[in-house]
């Protein structure tokens, strides 16, 4: 899977003298990263008295709420903190806790942050920054489900727009198809790196989505495959990545997938064959990863 980090609107615009929306957004934008909430609201609803379909304006009140509503308190844990700790230990030295900042949401402050932004996308639904925006949220407050559903709705309406997006200050967004998929494989990335096998469901129901309309993207075929591979149903796990080859042969990750389907299902000899193939592949760390592997179906 490739790496992509979510996106979030929290960036510096440049004001425009002669527009006097201009003047909202550069005024937020200065009491936002100077982290002056007072100000922030004041211009806020100075903004919303003077265009309130401003869709600047939606992603800015998201903002607000959305920085409000994160909380940081002193806890014990199991798992190493936020930033700096303290590492608890017994008398025998081994590990039993963590002391350190645990981030937590305010629910009341988030739900206005995400009742803000779904108003923005009901009124501007290509706007893909706000749809960014959310789901960026919904991830970090772990809310799984909604994350799912967010990114399902916005592959569905990429079919309804053929992927003619628009971001910060409704600028045409360059290779709109290209830039979707590729955030969506780093949002799959997310979900795989909490390494909750629950969670492989939600990483499949996005792949299927994303197939459902983009039939020949690699990626989704191979994270589909990835979805059955952990759960032990192999011959549901490589059908896709022969899909996948089908449509690039010299992929190096579908082949070494593919080689190590038929590994974990006991079928040395067609691992053999893949790997084989790698061999045959331009790319050197690749061709040397096959070689081992190789060698030790060979030693067994």
């Known amino acids: 899977m490739q790496m992509f980090k979510g996106i979030v609107f929290l960036a510096v615009f440049i004001p425009s003298l002669a527009c006097h929306g201009q003047d909202f957004k550069a005024d937020f934008d200065k009491s936002f990263h100077a982290g002056d909430t007072t100000s922030q609201i004041l211009v806020l609803k100075e903004w919303e008295a003077s265009n309130p379909k401003d869709p600047e304006l939606f992603t800015r009140y998201f903002n607000y709420f959305f920085a409000k509503s994160k909380k940081k308190v002193l806890a014990l844990t199991s798992d190493p903190p936020y930033g700096e700790g303290l590492l608890i230990q017994d008398s025998t030295g081994s590990t039993v806790g963590y002391m350190g900042d645990r981030i937590y949401f305010d629910p009341n402050l988030l739900q206005a942050a995400f009742n803000r932004i779904d108003s923005g996308i009901a009124l501007f639904p290509d706007r893909l920054d706000m749809r960014f925006g959310k789901i960026y949220a919904l991830g970090q407050e772990k809310d799984w489900t909604g994350f799912t559903d967010e990114i399902i709705k916005t592959v569905r309406q990429s079919k309804r727009n053929r992927n003619k997006w628009t971001w910060t200050n409704d600028e045409r967004k360059d290779n709109g198809e290209q830039f979707l998929l590729s955030s969506i494989q780093g949002y799959q990335t997310e979900l795989y790196e909490t390494e909750n096998d629950s969670l492989l ?100």
């Open 201 to 300: 469901r939600n990483m499949r129901s996005i792949a299927q989505e994303v197939l459902k309309y983009y039939p020949d993207h690699v990626e989704s075929l191979s994270t589909l495959s990835v979805t059955y591979l952990l759960l032990g149903e192999y011959d549901k796990g490589i059908e896709p990545l022969l899909k996948a080859e089908a449509i690039n042969p010299k992929d190096g990750i579908v082949l070494g997938n593919i080689a190590q389907g038929y590994r974990l299902k006991g079928d040395t000899a067609s691992a053999l064959n893949y790997y084989g193939k790698m061999l045959r592949l331009d790319d050197q760390e690749a061709k040397a990863f096959a070689q081992k592997q190789i060698q030790a179906l060979q030693a067994r």
